[in-house]
């Protein structure tokens, strides 16, 4: 059944309606989740006058039912462990193209898996402990235990000792996120997820990765960076279903140049355990045996202990809680924003929809969150980072001619220390407007340029106007200024064609 949409007014007449009929609550408002939206909403809500409790499960960097920890998946089991360590196999690269720079690097040089492992795991906690002064600071009540909502207005929190207290707030928010799924592959239980891949106590030296996602391809550069034999497997042609397919090409010479064995068109069949480790057995029959295999398969909203069926909030066939633009479910009082929804699931889109909810419902100021021209980054390596259209979605959508400009060269850092990978560069114009309706970059620092790219698009730059930046130099960053050169048009209605 389909969500009415809220407009501002009826926003504005169901506010009014509410304080006409005020009751005493414990809360204004209550979260269910402290990652990183469920903190933001807290904060924010607090900040705005708002009286706010929060829940979140206890520590510890594995999540599963009954732990996770303030900070959620991103800064514990997700984003920032996952960074730490692809800056850590960065250096494995690092060290190869030093010795044409001049850098003697005599006998060999060991990586130490134990001693990042014990780093990240230093600084997951330090950032957990700054989240909790962050609401602290806030005046934000944190409870420490699984919450799960038992009416409109009603929130059960469970404690550590298995005692159950329930708390009453006018405004219900769920911020609970996502979390990892395995593949009903006989012999899945022998596999890991990306929750296990980031504490690993043991370094794999075979690593078999099942996926074509961002944490695939992410996982397989870190531990190929790290000196692992690795084995990517997944379904399609290309990596990175979704993204802009040259791109995706280029994604995947780049993990092949560094030495990552591609298996397309491949799943797994069977997992067994041997005393030489996991055998795998894959979908064309072949064998292979490997130290960790990871599934990098998906994820799924975290919402099934919640009870929200039994309290009447909409959940799509994923599990994903239902709403409108405003982010309010069909319970009036029952919101949810981040992961749990399944719209964009991104931290920064979570902090987006949290901060528009936060001005909602208690800063007077209805708001709508803004899913246009949201940048994203895969942090392979070397990464890839895009805003906006990708040429396959820009020809789907287009109401005339799309002109494509590429740029493909070796970055000047390649040139003294001989690493033979290519940088790519791409824009999507609209020819009718002259707008810049898609960016797209594989190469190093490719998030750090596209950050600044998106702000153009969200500005609705035109090529004229990237034409009449000056660049700076030398700088792989400038040629987004410089690509006067269209590589391709295409026609309104034709298909893509890549030149790859």
């Not at 806030?138 to 420490?144: D, P």
């Not at 911020?175 to 022998?190: D, V, Y």
């Not at 009449?468 to 006067?484: L, N």
Request: charged residues 25%.
């Amino acid at each position: 059944m389909a969500r009415k949409m809220l407009s501002d007014g009826e926003l504005n007449n169901a506010a009014a309606a509410e304080e006409a009929t005020e009751t005493h609550y414990d809360f204004d408002l209550f979260v269910i989740g402290a990652g990183s939206g469920g903190v933001r909403a807290a904060r924010f809500s607090a900040n705005n006058g708002a009286k706010v409790g929060i829940c979140e499960l206890p520590f510890h960097p594995i999540s599963s039912e009954e732990i996770g920890g303030v900070g959620g998946t991103c800064v514990i089991r997700g984003c920032v462990p996952k960074k730490i360590l692809v800056y850590g196999a960065t250096y494995g690269g690092e060290l190869e193209d030093a010795r044409n720079y001049g850098w003697e690097i005599n006998g060999n040089v060991d990586f130490n898996w134990k001693k990042l492992l014990q780093k990240k795991t230093d600084e997951i906690l330090r950032l957990n402990n700054i989240y909790k002064r962050l609401l602290a600071n806030a005046a934000v009540k944190l409870y420490e235990g699984e919450g799960r909502i038992v009416g409109p207005n009603e929130v059960e929190v469970r404690q550590i000792d298995g005692t159950k207290i329930s708390y009453t707030a006018k405004h219900i928010l769920i911020a609970t996120g996502s979390r990892a799924q395995k593949p009903n592959i006989p012999g899945h239980e022998l596999a890991i997820t990306s929750d296990e891949a980031l504490s690993l106590e043991d370094f794999p030296k075979r690593a078999i990765v099942l996926g074509g996602g961002y944490i695939a391809v992410e996982f397989a550069s870190i531990w190929r960076g790290m000196g692992a034999t690795v084995d990517l497997f997944f379904r399609k042609e290309l990596p990175l279903r979704g993204f802009d397919d040259e791109m995706r090409a280029l994604v995947a010479r780049n993990l092949e140049g560094r030495g990552i064995n591609l298996h397309p068109q491949t799943s797994l069949a069977e997992l067994i355990k041997t005393d030489d480790g996991i055998k795998v057995i894959s979908s064309h029959g072949e064998e292979f045996v490997a130290d960790v295999v990871l599934f990098a398969t998906g994820r799924i909203p975290n919402t099934k202990r919640l009870n929200l069926e039994a309290v009447g909030v909409e959940l799509d066939q994923a599990g994903a809680v239902k709403v409108d633009e405003y982010s309010r479910t069909n319970i009036p009082s029952i919101w949810a924003v981040g992961d749990a929804t399944n719209r964009i699931n991104l931290t920064p889109v979570a902090l987006m929809e949290a901060t528009c909810f936060a001005n909602t419902v208690f800063g007077g100021k209805p708001t709508k969150a803004d899913y246009t021209n949201v940048a994203c980054a895969v942090f392979c390596i070397p990464p890839l980072a895009v805003v906006g259209l990708s040429e396959e979605e820009a020809v789907e959508k287009a109401a005339g001619d799309i002109l494509v400009f590429t740029s493909g060269f070796n970055p000047m850092k390649n040139t003294i220390s001989g690493r033979q990978e290519k940088t790519l560069m791409k824009l999507i114009v609209d020819e009718k407007t002259d707008k810049v309706i898609g960016a797209s970059m594989c190469g190093p620092d490719a998030a750090e340029i596209m950050q600044g790219i998106a702000i153009a698009l969200k500005c609705g730059a035109t090529k004229a106007q990237f034409d009449s930046t000056v660049g700076i130099h030398p700088s792989s960053a400038e040629e987004f200024v410089t690509m006067r050169t269209v590589t391709r048009r295409i026609a309104y209605k034709a298909k893509p064609q890549t030149s790859l």
